[in-house]
């Protein structure tokens, strides 16, 4: 009961994700071991967590600061 407390889901459960599923050469599908061919944005309930499936989000592009901007 403890660890259903302190644990906070920090990603959305999908297929995508999953331990159970592998991405499709296409990458329109996943190609899951439990129900089949599913879309990566579908859920089950042996839906189970993989971070190394998980892709980060782009970095942000950070404009190049011009020197004139730190002249008195």
């Known amino acids: 009961m403890k660890r259903k407390l302190t644990e906070?889901?920090?990603?959305?459960a999908v297929c995508e994700n999953c331990?159970?599923?592998r991405?499709?050469?296409d990458e329109?599908?996943?190609l899951c071991?439990?129900?089949g061919i599913?879309?990566?944005?579908?859920?089950?309930r042996r839906y189970s967590y993989d971070p190394l499936k998980r892709r980060p989000k782009k970095p942000l592009l950070i404009e190049?600061?011009?020197p004139a901007d730190f002249t008195l």
């Open 8 to 12: 906070k889901k920090k990603y959305a």
């Open 19 to 21: 331990l159970h599923g």
């Open 23 to 25: 991405l499709s050469p």
């Open 28 to 30: 329109e599908t996943v």
């Open 33 to 35: 071991i439990k129900k």
């Open 38 to 44: 599913v879309q990566p944005d579908g859920t089950c």
């Open 64 to 66: 190049q600061a011009d």
